[in-house]
């Protein structure tokens, strides 16, 4: 393997900041990480300036499109503890995007959900820690890094690299949490047996004179929400990780205030650092536990937050290299045990009518792996090709005008889209109509309004009409 393909980077993006690790995988159960840096960015920060943000970051690292692992801020997820009755993996998946619509206000194919199974029971039940995100948020970060050109992008709930790390740290498997001290925020997981049962995250202001006391609230919220969900026994040990110039403070808070044993745990002499990152970690303001931990397990497919058509193929995908893999290694075995019949054969004829055959099957077995193959790359090219889809939605997102409602956008394969919607007045749909006509992914089509047609409601009169568009 070359080095781009042992190489990972991990980065998270905040409201305010931009971190970055990269991790060197020598072996698979060794990691070393090279570098680490951090920006802060405005909170108003356009996609545009992001990027640019984003490539100095990663030039600085020695980035060569290696493949990419984004620790997604807790904040912008929702997370929630749910029993399904089933503990096949494909019903799992489908019962957690029809839940999620549950817990959010939006549509179910809006939402993006992961999941890591905690627990199964004699009953065929799975016990899950569902995470769930509104689509919007993951497209942004699609489009951002296809702009940087990365080749692989894998996103993960940043509490899975709190777990990930601790489990590496922790060899006991009893129940602990885990509290992550950032510079404006701060985040607790419970794990238990090396699993994420809870986790939440808070803003915290070290400004204000009573931030103790608020900051011990928050955790005392935290344990109260966990007892009722999950568990009335809270973790006996809590371990508090983050900036290190912070933990004596706030450990010295959970001590006087809490009967739980509060520790610190350095990862400084667990972890392989290469010179000057321990460091620079060290003596950082921000903390990179979440980051560290994403890069020392790789992302599950159950935990990658990844739109569904992507999932699917990058499934089928793995599987064809699967099957590819298992057929290659029954022709191994079939020329091995053809060789080792034909060092026991001692008539020269039989050993040409041996080798004859055993070339006669290998060719047989190698047709199919053909056809296999040319499925694959078609995969690949499909996977690489442009998401139209997504761009149409996320231009569509920008032109639309704040007085009229959307109702539905379809596109087909013929090149046909359609656009209906509700106003108020009739202007604003023109106004939608010459954006779309100016944005780059619609410039491309005839677009114009099929219908409006007023109607009376209880709320006053309603504008329903439809925009269409065809190839031109």
Request: charge should be positive; aromatic fraction near 8%.
């Amino acid at each position: 393997m070359s080095a781009q393909q042992k190489t990972v980077l991990i980065c998270q993006i905040t409201d305010t900041l931009i971190k970055a690790v990269m991790c060197l995988s020598r072996t698979s159960s060794k990691k070393e990480f090279t570098g680490v840096e951090a920006d802060t960015i405005s909170p108003y920060i356009d996609d545009k300036k992001l990027i640019e943000k984003l490539g100095q970051i990663f030039k600085r690292l020695g980035y060569n499109r290696n493949p990419v692992t984004v620790a997604l801020p807790h904040l912008h997820a929702t997370c929630r503890y749910l029993k399904v009755p089933t503990q096949v993996p494909q019903e799992i998946e489908n019962i957690a995007q029809l839940q999620a619509a549950r817990y959010l206000p939006y549509p179910a194919n809006e939402l993006i959900t992961g999941y890591q199974v905690v627990a199964t029971d004699k009953e065929g039940y799975s016990h899950l820690n569902l995470t769930i995100v509104h689509k919007t948020i993951i497209e942004r970060y699609f489009n951002i890094f296809k702009e940087l050109k990365v080749p692989q992008f894998n996103i993960a709930l940043s509490s899975y690299g709190i777990c990930n790390l601790y489990a590496h740290l922790v060899s006991e498997r009893q129940s602990f949490e885990v509290i992550d001290i950032d510079s404006e925020s701060v985040e607790v997981a419970m794990i238990t047996n090396q699993k994420l049962l809870f986790s939440r995250s808070f803003k915290m202001n070290r400004q204000v004179p009573e931030w103790p006391d608020l900051f011990l609230e928050e955790i005392v919220r935290t344990q109260e929400l966990y007892a009722k969900e999950i568990s009335r026994e809270l973790p006996a040990k809590i371990f508090v990780s983050g900036i290190e110039n912070r933990l004596v403070e706030i450990t010295k808070i959970l001590k006087s205030r809490t009967s739980s044993i509060v520790e610190t745990l350095s990862y400084r002499n667990k972890l392989i650092f290469a010179k000057n990152t321990g460091d620079k970690l060290s003596g950082s303001t921000y903390s990179y536990t979440s980051l560290l931990g994403l890069g020392l397990e790789d992302v599950v497919p159950s935990l990658n937050l990844l739109p569904p058509a992507i999932k699917v193929k990058e499934r089928a995908f793995s599987q064809h290299k699967k099957y590819l893999r298992t057929a290659m290694l029954v022709i191994i075995i079939c020329v091995l045990t053809a060789i080792a019949v034909i060092k026991d054969l001692h008539n020269k004829n039989t050993y040409l009518k041996k080798i004859k055959i055993e070339l006669a099957k290998i060719v047989k077995e190698a047709k199919p792996l053909e056809e296999m193959e040319k499925k694959i790359n078609l995969l690949n090219r499909r996977s690489q090709e442009k998401s139209v889809g997504l761009e149409m939605l996320y231009e569509l997102y920008k032109a639309v005008p704040s007085d009229v409602a959307l109702m539905s956008f379809g596109y087909d394969e013929e090149g046909k889209l359609s656009v209906r919607g509700q106003s108020q007045q009739l202007e604003p749909v023109f106004t939608l109509v010459a954006a779309l006509e100016k944005a780059p992914t619609f410039g491309q089509f005839a677009i114009k309004v099929n219908y409006a047609t007023k109607r009376k409601t209880q709320a006053g009169e309603l504008l329903d009409f439809e925009i269409v568009g065809t190839k031109k």
